[in-house]
Structure formats: structure tokens, C-alpha cells
């Protein structure tokens, strides 16, 4: 394999210094080609550092049939891009850069506790420099120059000026955390070669809820364990958090296209809380014959059901079922929207899959690719976001390579 990119090599450039660029930069320089990066930012990863200041799922250890149906509509596209890049592929790539992985109970692939994520990037670009990868931090895309060209400015300086590579790849992020430099704003420069954008919209993201002056002061931030949460026919399990606002946890962020769909079709969009996912029908009739008339509805939560603060603050707050038994197990909340698309953990939207061909190539402008989250598909969190990019990345550079190569 050769190892060194050489300065006489045909030269690839790549917008957007996140996994999908940064893993195809690898690829590309691996494969003997010039790579040059142009990162807006003052620091290339900054999303990637984000999701490690939380679970960081890296990937996940799903079969790869079911790991591909997690992109929804994109699961014909990402069966390809996990069987050339697979979630082994992904671990194997971190542990050659010296970090151990684990899959946890759930399925999602962790660093392994030696390390941080932050030392995941450093190790990599570590690698990159290795490889001769020049990364140009400061860097902002401004569009396209030409039939092959593209504008860019250095920001530290504030000149324009313009770079013809053989092939370039746009990673340029979506549209959430807009901080990290994720800013979704290229869609303009594609809108000018006339590559429409699919709206943006937040996935992966928080819930509103109108909770009342009362329950919000009485309940604050609470979890609810155990629980399953449904919407449009999905139920989801897992643990939700009430907080001031509305809902946090997986449960809703994997819910959010649903949501999202029910809530264009109308305000309120409606979930469905089942508090009890564990017992079946029969059994939680069973217990609700144990109730005396004596017991208050806490009390009576509490010894029949193991459910206590802040349920029964709860149950008073919705519009819930008279019947208790539909109430711990179907109880309607009504949703008034989705939190801004700023703090979500992903967004959809961006270009559509029908505006590149099966390589990623922009139909309308050959010789330029599309990877990551920039393209308009969306998955659930648990490790699926990061491998989409990471394969996607690894898919166009093979694409690139073979492109350069005449191959
Ligand atoms: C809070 C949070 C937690 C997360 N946790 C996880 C997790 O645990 N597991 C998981 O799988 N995923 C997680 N994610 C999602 C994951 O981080 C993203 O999906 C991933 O980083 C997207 O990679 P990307 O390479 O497509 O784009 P990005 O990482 O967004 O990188 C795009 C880059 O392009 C640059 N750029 C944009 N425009 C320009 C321009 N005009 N010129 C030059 N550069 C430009 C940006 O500055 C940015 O650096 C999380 C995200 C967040 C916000």
C-alpha cells in the first residue's frame, strides 16, 4: 500500500475538516494523491469533540443489514457504503491509530476507557500529517471558479483566491451546532451551480411540551426509566428525561421524523407514553384490583407498580385516560413542537440523493462529490450518525481515486 502522498501527485481538495473529510483525506493520501483540506475553523473536528463530551458512540455492533435500515429511505445507498466501510472497518481504523474500542450492552461501540475521543483525533491527525495531508484551518469556501475550481478565502488574512484540484470532495457538515462551524451555508454556493438543498431540520432533538407554571416548578428535571415512548406506529424503549421545556433522551430523539411528520400534519403532535412496557395487559389489570379506597393514587403507584415521583404529577398534568390502566401504559402528551435546530445533535435535509449519482458525484458538476452529513439523510443516534459519515467518506474517496486514476 502506499503510504505518502507526493507533492507531484494530482492534487485532491476537500472542504470540511469533519470525519467524512478527514477519513477520505486518509483514503486519498494513502492511495498516493496530494490532499489538501480547507477547514473554516480555527481546529478541524470540532463536531466530533462535541459528541465526545457525550456517550460518543463511535459506531455500532448491529448486523449490517439492520445497521443499513437505520437511514430509513438511504438504506439501499448505505448497504453499499457499510459493506465497503463496515463498523469492523471503523474499529479496525481506530484501533491502527492505537485506540482500543467496546461494544456496550446496548450495541454502541465506545473508546475504550483509556482513552478519550479528543485523543482519538489527536492519534488521527497525527496520522494525516504522516501522511503528508496538508490541512488549511482559516480556510472558508466561498463556491465554485470554473469548470473545475473552487473559491476560497483565507480568513486569518481575508484573501480570495482560487485552487483547481483534479477532484474535490465537499464534507461540509449539516446544519446543527452551528458553533462547530456546521453552519449549513453552502447550500447557497451549490444553489448558484443550481444543486437545490433540502430544508434543514432538526433531528435527533429534544421535544416541547407546554407544561403547566405548577409542573414545572414541582417536577423540574426527572427521569423516567424503563419506559416506552411511540409515535406514527414506532415504539421506541429506553429512558426519557421531563425537563422545563418538554422531553429529552433517546426514546424522543429516535422519534424525531415521526414527529416531525405528525406535527406538519398538525399541532399538537401526539406521543404515547407507556410507563410499564414490561407487564402485559392481563397482569396490569391484576394490579389495579389490588387498589382499596382508601389508597391515594402516589401510594397506590407506588406498592402496585413500583411507580413513584414524579408519575403521579404526571398524570394529573395530562389529559390522561379515566381508566388508570390506559393511562400508565398509552398516556397521550401532547407535543407543540421540536427544539431549535441549533442544539440538535443532527440535522436532515441538505442534498438530495437524487442530485449525485452512485458515487456521491454531483450530477451537475462532475468531478465534484458530496460525503457526510451534508447529504440529506438522517439516522438515529447510537453510533449511526458518525459510521454514516466515515463510510460515505471512505465511499466517494474510493470513487475519487478511481476518477484521478482513470480507473
Ligand atoms: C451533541 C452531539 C453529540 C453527538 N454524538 C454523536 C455520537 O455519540 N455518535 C454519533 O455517531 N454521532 C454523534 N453526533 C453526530 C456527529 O458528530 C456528526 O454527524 C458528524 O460530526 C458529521 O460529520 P461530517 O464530517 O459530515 O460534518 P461535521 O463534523 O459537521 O464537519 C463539517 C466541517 O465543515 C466545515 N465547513 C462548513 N462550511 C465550510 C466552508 N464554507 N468552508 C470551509 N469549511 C466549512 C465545518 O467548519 C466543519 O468543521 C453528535 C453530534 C452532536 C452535535
Known sequence: MPSFSSPAAPLVAIVGG????????????????????????ATVGRKFLVAGHGGFNLTN?????????????????????LAHFSPARLRQWAADLGIG?????????????????????????????????EIKTRHRWLGFAGERGLRLQNEVTGEEFAVVPAATLLALGGASWPQTGSD??????????GVPSQPFAPTNCGAEVAWSAFFKEKVGRAPLKNIALSCGG??????????????????????????????????????????????????????????????SLASFLGSAFSLKAPVPTLLRELPAPADLGAALTALPIPVA?????????????GVPFAEVDEKLMLRRRPGTFV??????????????????????GAWAAQAINNQVNGL
Open 61 to 81: 455492533g448491529e448486523d449490517l443489514g439492520a445497521f443499513a435500515a437505520r437511514y430509513g429511505a438511504a438504506a439501499p445507498f448505505f448497504g453499499q457504503a
Open 18 to 41: 469533519g470525519p467524512a473529510g478527514l477519513l477520505a483525506a486518509q483514503h486519498l493520501a494513502e492511495a498516493g494523491l496530494r490532499v489538501q483540506v480547507f477547514e473554516q475553523k
Open 337 to 349: 413542537g421540536l427544539r431549535p435546530l441549533a442544539e440538535a445533535i443532527s440535522s436532515a435535509g
Open 101 to 133: 474500542t467496546f461494544v456496550g450492552t446496548s450495541g454502541r461501540v465506545f473508546p475504550d476507557a483509556q482513552h478519550t475521543p479528543a485523543d482519538l483525533l489527536r492519534a488521527w491527525l497525527r496520522r494525516l500529517g504522516d501522511l503528508g495531508v
Open 234 to 295: 414506532h415504539t421506541v424503549r429506553g429512558e426519557i428525561m421531563l425537563t422545563d421545556y418538554g422531553l429529552e433522551g433517546t426514546p424522543v430523539y429516535a422519534l424525531t421524523p415521526q414527529l416531525r411528520a405528525a406535527l406538519a400534519a398538525g399541532t399538537p403532535a401526539w406521543l404515547s407514553l407507556n410507563l410499564k412496557p414490561d407487564l402485559g395487559a392481563a397482569d396490569v389489570q391484576r394490579r389495579l384490583t389490588r387498589r382499596r379506597p382508601a389508597d
Open 184 to 193: 449549513g451555508h453552502w447550500t447557497q454556493a451549490l444553489a448558484a451551480i
Open 371 to 392: 460525503a457526510g452529513e451534508m447529504l440529506d439523510w438522517e439516522a438515529p443516534t447510537g453510533g449511526y450518525l458518525l459510521q454514516g459519515c466515515f463510510s460515505t
